[in-house]
């Protein structure tokens, strides 16, 4: 059996964390065997190259080498974790993926890294492979930032390297994911994010149902 592959993507305090723990608790409870994990930092190489990718001087990386250890953590995350698990069977859950990198590398610093060295970094990192499912949660960057701080306040690292960057920054973020979603329609849906955890979960067990599993889920 393969297994199923969904990615969630969106900008700063859109909510991904919370909608993935509530979908992998759902999945479970309807029979349906996944992990959840996160990028960067989905092995125990991934979490080293985590703190340095999200903890610092928003300047410490230009665009290539940036590029370079988020496509590292990737191939990581990819060879050690994702793949062996949909090779089980099992339905992986990530927090974040390669429209990442295209939105925050690309779209986001003002494309100072080209759509072909992105494109050429991806088929050597993952060749033809790509999430089932990709689901955006969307949100203004206002609101998504004032969250992210919140829960930043919380965290031992304050990993806030993105986030201190400018707003400009963090609508061009908004503005690519859209984009990248009308690029890409078979597998991206795009879901409003400002609403209540509770609204937003119906929202996306209603997607992966159309999706996967028709009547196989007893929604609600």
């Known amino acids: 059996m393969k297994g199923v592959f969904i990615t969630f993507e969106g900008g700063e305090g859109s909510g991904k964390s919370s909608q993935i723990r509530l979908l992998s608790e759902y999945?479970?409870?309807?029979g349906f065997d996944n992990i959840t994990t996160r990028e960067?930092?989905?092995t125990d190489i991934g979490k080293e190259l985590r703190k340095m990718l999200l903890i610092g001087d928003t300047e410490k990386f230009d665009a290539v080498s940036e590029t370079l250890l988020f496509y590292t953590d990737r191939r990581l995350h990819l060879?050690?974790?994702?793949?062996?698990?949909?090779?089980?069977?099992?339905?992986?859950?990530s927090d974040r993926f390669a429209d990442s990198t295209i939105a925050y590398q690309y779209y986001g610093h003002g494309k100072r890294i080209s759509m072909e060295d992105l494109e050429s970094m991806?088929?050597?990192?993952?060749g033809d492979?790509?999430?089932d499912l990709t689901i955006i949660l969307d949100i203004a960057p206002?609101?998504?930032?004032?969250?992210?701080y919140a829960k930043a306040d919380t965290m031992v690292d304050k990993e806030t390297r993105f986030e201190s960057i400018g707003l400009e920054f963090h609508n061009n973020i908004r503005n690519g994911y859209l984009q990248i979603a009308k690029n890409n329609p078979e597998r991206c849906v795009v879901l409003d994010a400002d609403k209540t955890i509770e609204e937003l979960h119906k929202d996306i067990i209603r997607v992966v149902e159309e999706r996967f599993v028709g009547k196989q889920l007893d929604l609600f």
């Open 27 to 30: 999945l479970k409870r309807t």
């Open 79 to 93: 060879t050690n974790k994702i793949w062996p698990a949909m090779a089980r069977g099992k339905w992986v859950i």
């Open 40 to 42: 960067p930092g989905g």
């Open 129 to 131: 492979f790509k999430p």
């Open 142 to 148: 206002e609101v998504g930032l004032k969250r992210s």
């Open 122 to 126: 991806y088929r050597i990192v993952a």
